[in-house]
């Protein structure tokens, strides 16, 4: 059984430019959630999505969007990067609310 | 608001001692606790799911134990080995985002 697949694995991207990750969650599985880790700041939550509608979406700007797709699998944009949103974002992957978080090895992405 | 908190922040025991990590948690109305491992640089490894109707669970070496009472869990390895360093991490988890400790970083000493 495949796991949660996420990609790419590392970015560099330029400060002002825009970037878009994916998530591919395991088969069956109808939520999708995003989180920041970061040294300074531990794990962040950025949105969760449950059959293509956002259920939850934590603090912070408007420049972080997400969406999800009819087969479950979801992409997170940021926009206008900032040096600051260097970090490593991680989804996870879960059947329904409550039940065991699946997580992917993450995306490293890095603004310069 | 769910707040969850992990002390230590960094434990190093030589390798064959018994450990036990900590996590409290703000809300006793919590849903399930999860216990994650998670190596530099990778992704969260899932090792134990407790439900709010279970008091513990076990896989392996590991026992991990939930008293909603006291706002506490507990992680016990038995017998650490020098593999068992990593960042571990517990998570609260239902109906809402999974809301995590900062994670106690385990260093196991061959």
């Known amino acids: 059984k495949a796991g949660v697949t996420q990609t790419p694995r590392y970015l560099i991207k330029t400060r002002g430019q825009q970037v878009t990750l994916s998530c591919s969650p395991i088969?069956?599985?109808?939520?999708v959630s995003w989180y920041q880790q970061t040294p300074g700041q531990g794990l962040q939550f950025l949105f969760e999505?449950?059959?293509?509608?956002?259920?939850n979406k934590g603090n912070f700007p408007g420049r972080f969007s997400g969406r999800q797709f009819s087969n479950s699998r979801s992409e997170m944009n940021v926009s206008t990067l900032e040096l600051g949103d260097s970090a490593l974002y991680l989804c996870?992957?879960?059947?329904?609310?409550?039940?065991?978080?699946?997580f992917g090895q993450g995306t490293r992405l890095t603004v310069v | 608001k769910q707040e969850v908190t992990q002390i230590p922040a960094a434990l190093s025991v030589p390798e064959g001692e018994n450990l036990v990590l900590n996590c409290s948690f703000t809300d006793s109305a919590i849903y399930n606790l999860q216990w994650f491992r998670q190596d530099p640089g990778k992704g969260l490894t899932s090792l134990l799911l407790?439900?709010?109707?279970?008091r513990e669970q076990t896989s392996g070496r590991l026992n991990a134990s939930l008293d909603k009472s006291s706002g506490r869990s507990t992680l016990y390895i038995a017998a650490s080995q020098p593999g068992d360093s990593a960042t571990y991490l517990c998570?609260?988890?239902?109906?809402?985002?999974?809301?995590f400790g900062k994670g106690t970083r385990l260093s196991v000493i061959a």
């Open positions: 996870a992957s879960r059947r329904e609310a409550g039940t065991e978080a699946f």
């Open positions: 407790i439900q709010s109707s279970q």
């Open positions: 088969s069956g599985h109808r939520s």
């Open positions: 999505y449950f059959s293509e509608t956002q259920r």
């Open positions: 998570a609260s988890t239902g109906n809402t985002p999974l809301v």
